[in-house]
């Protein structure tokens, strides 16, 4: 088991340009989140998905943000335009079902998203 | 290497000593909590887990204690190693819901 997989593991982008976020979750996981994580806000929830649909996205800062999950086996985070204030490391994470004892989330190693 | 950067509040504990980290959270609703371990450069892990109709879980060499009353939980490691250092997360969720809240994290420091 390969665990969560994110790429890049870093990235430097430039303000205003694009940025996208990728995700493999475990093989058989039913959800799968996007979490923020920064300096004053901690660990933020995003956006998660149920079987490859959008369950809720209040978590989203604003329309810059857009997440997909086109797939059981992938699913993609993007800024379009990123702003500095969007530094952070993003986490993707996934699990077998809702939060329940046995059901954990298991997280990726995160994507640490410098924009200058 | 830094989660971030956080500016967390830090528990500096003795090596061999046990650890005890604690957690206010927030919804009276909440009825099952977790507690996940992040190492520098990597995403929260698993640690342990408790549902609210129990008050203590146990695990190896951590405990998990909750008290609904005050809303409080609190991570215990026992003979805390080098191993250990790491920002300690407390997470909550409500019933017939699918999502976990972290809460703010506390920074376990291991003196040698």
């Known amino acids: 088991d390969a665990g969560v997989i994110q790429s890049p593991r870093h990235e430097v982008t430039e303000m205003g340009q694009e940025v996208t976020l990728r995700c493999k979750p475990i093989s058989g996981h039913d959800y799968l989140f996007w979490y923020r994580q920064t300096m004053m806000r901690g660990l933020e929830l995003l956006i998660y998905?149920?079987?490859?649909?959008?369950?809720?996205d209040s978590g989203m800062p604003e329309d810059r943000f857009s997440a997909k999950m086109p797939n059981a086996s992938f699913s993609t985070l993007k800024i379009q335009p990123s702003e500095p204030r969007d530094s952070a490391v993003y986490f993707c994470?996934?699990?077998?079902?809702?939060?329940?004892?046995?059901?954990?989330?298991?997280f990726g190693s995160g994507t640490r998203l410098t924009v200058v | 290497g830094e989660s971030v950067g956080l500016h967390l509040p830090t528990l500096s504990v003795q090596e061999g000593d046990n650890s005890i980290i604690n957690c206010a959270y927030s919804?009276?609703?909440?009825?099952?909590f977790i507690w996940y371990k992040q190492e520098s450069g990597k995403g929260p892990q698993f640690i342990i887990d408790?549902?609210?109709?129990?008050d203590k879980r146990q695990g190896q060499r951590v405990t998990v204690l909750l008290n609904k009353t005050v809303k409080h939980l609190s991570l215990q490691i026992a003979a805390t190693q080098p191993g250990d250092s790491a920002v300690y997360f407390c997470?909550?969720?409500?019933?017939?819901?699918?999502?976990?809240?972290f809460g703010k994290g506390t920074r376990l420091h291991i003196l040698p």
């Open positions: 408790i549902r609210s109709n129990m």
């Open positions: 919804n009276s609703a909440s009825d099952y």
């Open positions: 998905f149920n079987n490859n649909v959008p369950i809720d």
């Open positions: 994470a996934s699990s077998l079902g809702p939060p329940l004892p046995n059901y954990g989330y298991t």
């Open positions: 997470a909550e969720s409500v019933p017939s819901d699918d999502k976990i809240i």
